[in-house]
C-alpha cells in the first residue's frame, strides 16, 4: 500500500489497549538523514470552545503504530494522562477560583 503524509492527516488515532480514540493526526515528525517517519503527532484538544487555545500535543511513536486503514490508526501505548485542574493553570481555572 503506497500512502502520502497528507492521507495519515485526520485519520483517527485509536489506542488498543483501553479503545479510547486519542484524536486525529495533525502532524508528522521525520528524521532528516534517513527521510524515515519517526513519529504521528496527536493534536491536543482545545480548551473551552477553542478561545483558550489547546492542549498539549501527543506524540506517538513509529514503534508504537499497530495497523495503518484506510479511516484509522491503531496504536499500542499507553493513552496520555488527563491533568488536573491545579495542573493545567490557564485562565478560566483562576477566574473560577
Known amino acids: 500500500m503506497i ?3 497528507n492521507d ?3 485519520k ?3 489506542c488498543v489497549q483501553d ?3 486519542l484524536g486525529c493526526v495533525d502532524d508528522v515528525e521525520f528524521d532528516l538523514s534517513t527521510g524515515c517517519i519517526t513519529a504521528l503527532v496527536v493534536g491536543g484538544d482545545y ?3 477553542g478561545m483558550f487555545g489547546k492542549g498539549e500535543d501527543y506524540v506517538i ?3 508504537d503504530i499497530k495497523v495503518i486503514g484506510d479511516d484509522t490508526i491503531l496504536v499500542c501505548c499507553p493513552p496520555p494522562r488527563p491533568r488536573s485542574c491545579k ?3 490557564g485562565m478560566l481555572d483562576k477566574f473560577l477560583k
Do not use: A, F, T
Open 8 to 10: 495519515l492527516r485526520y
Open 3 to 5: 500512502c502520502r503524509v
Open 12 to 14: 483517527e488515532v485509536i
Open 61 to 63: 511513536c513509529w514503534k
Open 87 to 89: 495542573q493545567r493553570g
Open 19 to 21: 479503545g479510547s480514540c
Open 47 to 49: 480548551k473551552v470552545l
